[in-house]
């Protein structure tokens, strides 16, 4: 499908996607008729390969259709983010693999954890993987799950579990994000094949093709951005609408009348605009590199995980300035302000998009030493 299609479909589908949000909020985990539905239109696997019934978006189309989920509703447009960034590790797969893992069954959806939490003893023809992972978002939806693996050999793998075989811990109380269902997951001495068991750094992808060289975590840390996108301008539009219609306590005129609320609104929008702008021009630049068949330098990554960053910090930035800018009425649990508030104060701290990420690019920039694996 089309990278257009499929944003107009997410657009589409908004109404339909923000009444599922209450029942997502409730269950802690989005509802399986939702998944359904986001999975039929093809949005769980906006990085799938498109010989395994994918979409392959380019990494400015990948943004936006997931922004326009997250403006609906920020839980789905998260998940739809975990999906559809751990289906490009099927170009990295064999392809008997990855067939067997995303081409069967269009509705198959797949997530997990990269953080190397579990720990692989080498067998025959495989590893016993054992371990305990945090930030399982969809987990409860998926058919296979990945987690971050250090081997025997000190080797860091994404290996992938069959559902089944993965114990989901109800740990999710959170203050945010709370629909995503992002559960503690474990397995214990399960065996893993040597096929499902995936090397990503410092290992090209099998399938060389744009969106693969493009580098994985670049498309994580955009990704995780783009949510944080569609949260500010969901918050913003809201705060427009509410000031609209209210006027507030001991005043005679409309929010909206208020030069306090015009400023801020003024400055919500240059912060969540500035922040789109650089994200979208540090994506282009890196994809014109890949594009062109040059090698992406360390430096375009470290800047592509800072525009992340900023965009992060800059969301949250705009989502306080019309939080309080909307005084009482955003507190209350009915307010999709209130929501927006809790969501995008924990989105912000993934940690592709975490504060520390600042200190990284200036370590790299001033010449210090600098840990540079998940660039």
């Known amino acids: 499908m089309p990278a257009s299609a499929l944003l107009e479909s997410a657009r589409a589908l908004g109404p339909q996607i923000r009444a599922f949000s209450d ?118 939806h998926c058919s296979w799950i990945v987690g971050g693996t250090l081997t025997d050999a000190g080797d860091y793998r994404l290996m992938f579990f069959p559902a089944d075989d993965v114990e989901i811990i109800d740990t999710w109380y959170s203050s945010g994000l709370r629909g995503t269902g992002s559960n503690d997951f474990a397995v214990s001495d399960l065996f893993v094949p040597e096929s499902r068991a995936v090397a990503i750094v410092g290992a090209p992808p099998r399938l060389q093709r744009p969106l693969y060289v493009f580098p994985l975590f670049s498309l994580l840390s955009l990704a995780v951005a783009s949510v944080c996108l569609g949260v500010a301008r969901r918050a913003i539009d809201e705060l427009i609408e509410l000031a609209e219609v209210k006027t507030p306590a001991f ?97 912000s701290q993934h940690i592709m998009v975490a504060p520390r990420t600042y200190e990284l690019f200036g370590r790299l920039r001033l010449g210090a030493p600098a840990d540079t694996s998940m660039l």
């Open 23 to 140: 029942e997502a909020e409730s269950l802690r985990r989005l509802p399986p008729e939702l998944v359904r539905v986001l999975s039929e239109a093809g949005l769980m696997r906006l990085g799938l390969p498109q010989q395994y019934g994918g979409a392959e978006l380019d990494p400015v189309s990948f943004l936006e259709v997931v922004e326009e989920v997250a403006r609906h509703d920020s839980a789905a447009g998260w998940c739809v983010m975990i999906a559809s960034t751990t289906s490009p590790l099927a170009a990295y797969l064999p392809e008997k693999e990855a067939a067997r893992i995303y081409g069967g069954d269009p509705l198959t959806v797949t997530g997990g954890a990269i953080a190397p939490s579990g720990t692989g003893r080498s067998v025959k023809g495989g590893y016993g993987v054992t371990g305990r992972w945090q930030w399982g978002s969809g987990t409860q």
């Open 251 to 347: 005043s005679g005129r409309r929010l909206a009348a208020s030069s306090m609320t015009q400023v801020d609104v003024a400055k919500a929008e240059a912060a969540l605009g500035s922040a789109r702008a650089f994200l979208i021009d540090e994506i282009g630049k890196t994809w014109d590199a890949v594009l062109a068949g040059r090698e992406v330098s360390l430096e375009q990554r470290a800047r592509m995980r800072l525009a992340s960053a900023n965009a992060g910090a800059r969301c949250v930035e705009a989502v306080d300035l019309v939080y309080h800018a909307g005084g009482g009425t955003s507190v209350y649990a009915k307010s999709p302000l209130q929501r927006c508030f809790r969501d995008i104060h924990t989105a």
